[in-house]
Nanobody
Framework: QVQLVESGGGLVQAGCSLILSCAASGRTCSTYTMAWFRQAPGKEREFVGYITWSGGSTYYRDSVKGRFTISRDTTKNTVYLQMNSLKPEDTAVYYC?????????????????WGQGTQVTVSS
């Protein structure tokens, strides 16, 4: 119903910046919230931040506050993750997700749709 495609990942040195994009297509009209999650090898998928589609409200996990910014372009149906001051511990596969739920936006299980993921590797 909703297709999500991430792009923009790659290899970057610590302290540099990277912008990820998540383009949505299909039936997107009922989406309440878009979020970014990340998953490092051998670890659980963890919440990075979200943005509400209608109002643009954002929320981030503590470890990325002040460094990461989520924005949206309603015309392009695209969500962005601007990552600044990247650290090696930010290395992970980054996924965008979408949910129509009105609560529990920090939990990966709340999201109904996922992109394929894009690898972000931060070298020390």
């Amino acid at each position: 119903q909703v297709q999500l495609v991430e792009s923009g990942g790659g290899l970057v040195q610590a302290g540099c910046s990277l912008i990820l994009s998540c383009a949505a297509s299909g039936r997107t009209c009922s989406t309440y919230t878009m979020a970014w999650f990340r998953q490092a090898p051998g670890k659980e998928r963890e919440f990075v931040g979200y943005i509400t589609w209608s109002g643009g409200s954002t929320y981030y996990r503590d470890s990325v506050k002040g460094r990461f910014t989520i924005s949206r372009d309603t015309t392009k149906n695209t969500v962005y993750l601007q990552m600044n001051s990247l650290k090696p511990e930010d290395t992970a596969v980054y996924y965008c997700g979408a949910t129509t739920r009105s609560s529990r936006w920090l939990a990966s299980s709340s999201y109904d749709y996922w992109g394929q993921g894009t690898q972000v590797t931060v070298s020390s």
